[in-house]
C-alpha cells in the first residue's frame, strides 16, 4: 500500500539515508508515496522536519512484472550524526526548559523565549537546518524547524508554515514560520523576527497571533487547521 511503501521511504529520510531503493507495486502512485513518507505525524524527527531538511533528491523508477523498483538518491541539509546529536540534544533541552505539569503556554513560552535569545540570523544565508539553529545561528528555516521540533517533542501540536513575508524594508522575501496548537486553538508565531527581542517576551510582535498582515502563505496549512 502507500501506507507501507510510505513507511518504508521515511525510515530512510529519519537516518538521513543518502541512497535506498523499495519494491513496490506498480500501481502505487510514487507522489502520494512521498508524501506518505514527508507528512506530518506528531514525532518530533519525522514529517516537517524531514521536508525541510532535503535540500533535494531524485527519484528513478524500473518495472518487471508488475513490482516496480523505486530507487532514491537524497541530499540533506544534516548528516545522520548531526541528526543523532540534534534529537539527543533536543530530548535534553526540553525536559530541562519544561517541568511534567506545565501548561501548553507555559511550555511554548519556555522555548520560544529560548530559540529567540540564543539564536541568531545566518546573514550568510548558508545555515538552514534545525541541526544549525541549535548550534546559534541559521536563516528562517532553521528557526521556524527547530522550534517545531522542540514544541513537538514537549507534547504540543506545531507546523511549519512557508511562504512570503514582507520586511522592514518593504521589501517580499521567502520566510518561514510555526502553527501552533494552545487550548485547543491554532496560533501563528514567527521566532526569527520576534529573536529580535531575545527573551522579552513582552516585546515579541509575532508571539501567538491569530494571523499576520505581513506574511501570506504558499502551501495551505493554515487552511487545514484547527
Excluded at 514529517?47 to 538518491?73: C, F, K, M, P
Excluded at 544549525?132 to 528555516?141: E, I, K, L, R
Aim: charged share 20%; proline share 2%; with cysteine.
Amino acid at each position: 500500500t502507500v501506507s507501507d511503501a510510505g513507511v518504508a521511504v521515511r525510515t530512510y529520510l529519519v537516518t538521513r539515508t543518502v541512497t535506498f531503493s523499495i519494491d513496490v507495486d506498480a500501481s502505487l502512485d510514487r507522489d502520494e508515496i512521498w508524501a506518505e513518507a514527508t507528512r506530518h505525524t506528531g514525532v518530533s524527527h519525522e514529517g516537517d522536519a524531514i521536508a525541510e531538511d532535503i535540500e533535494q533528491y531524485t527519484r528513478s523508477a524500473s518495472t518487471i512484472n508488475g513490482v516496480t523498483t523505486l530507487e532514491y538518491t537524497v541530499t540533506y541539509r544534516s548528516t545522520e550524526s548531526q541528526e543523532a546529536e540534534l534529537s539527543s540534544w533536543i530530548t535534553a533541552k526540553v525536559q530541562e526548559l519544561t517541568n511534567p505539569g506545565d501548561s501548553d503556554y507555559d511550555k511554548l513560552v519556555a522555548i520560544y523565549q529560548y530559540i529567540c535569545a540564543t539564536v541568531t540570523y545566518d546573514n550568510s544565508y548558508t545555515r538552514y537546518s534545525a541541526y544549525d539553529a541549535m548550534q546559534g545561528s541559521s536563516v528562517c528555516q532553521g528557526y521556524a524547524t527547530l522550534l517545531y521540533r522542540m514544541l513537538l517533542e514537549a507534547g504540543l501540536d506545531c507546523r511549519i508554515v512557508t511562504g512570503t513575508a514582507t520586511n522592514s524594508s518593504g521589501g517580499t522575501e521567502n520566510h518561514a514560520w510555526n502553527i501552533v496548537r494552545i487550548d485547543g486553538v491554532y496560533y501563528y508565531v514567527d521566532p526569527t523576527w520576534d529573536s529580535n527581542y531575545g527573551a522579552n517576551i513582552g516585546d515579541y510582535k509575532y508571539f501567538l497571533k491569530a494571523g499576520y498582515t505581513d506574511h501570506v502563505s504558499d502551501d495551505g496549512i493554515p487552511g487545514k487547521y484547527p
